[in-house]
């Protein structure tokens, strides 16, 4: 049996909230999710934590993460994977920043 097709569009970063970030679930499928995320300025810095991978990539905008000790300025195009239990800490962005994350848990190899 065949899947729906479904199709869509990334909101303009025009959009993007004043303040915090809006996060959009564009796919989820067999513990794989699929987020837009939309950045405004940061009242302070925020800290994550993730329980799955995570790839993430600034698709428009200015960025800046402390990931294990080191910061880290990020333009459009720049892209990070953070393995799962790995602190971040978002301390930056440039309003009407876009984001693409893709999360999924590890799946052990076959025996």
Do not use: C, K, N
């Amino acid at each position: 049996m065949a899947g729906t097709v479904r199709r869509g569009r990334l909101r303009d970063s025009s959009t993007a909230p004043a303040l915090g970030e809006e996060i959009e679930r564009l796919v989820a499928l067999d513990g794989i999710a699929v987020e837009h995320i939309l950045s405004g300025e940061l009242e302070a810095p925020v800290d994550y934590v993730e329980d799955s991978d995570e790839w993430v990539v600034l698709l428009t905008g200015l960025a800046t993460l402390v990931v294990a000790g080191d910061e880290l300025e990020l333009s459009a195009g720049e892209w990070l994977f953070l393995p799962a239990g790995t602190p971040h800490t978002l301390v930056r962005t440039a309003p009407g920043s876009s984001w693409l994350a893709v999360h999924w848990r590890q799946i052990s190899p076959r025996r």
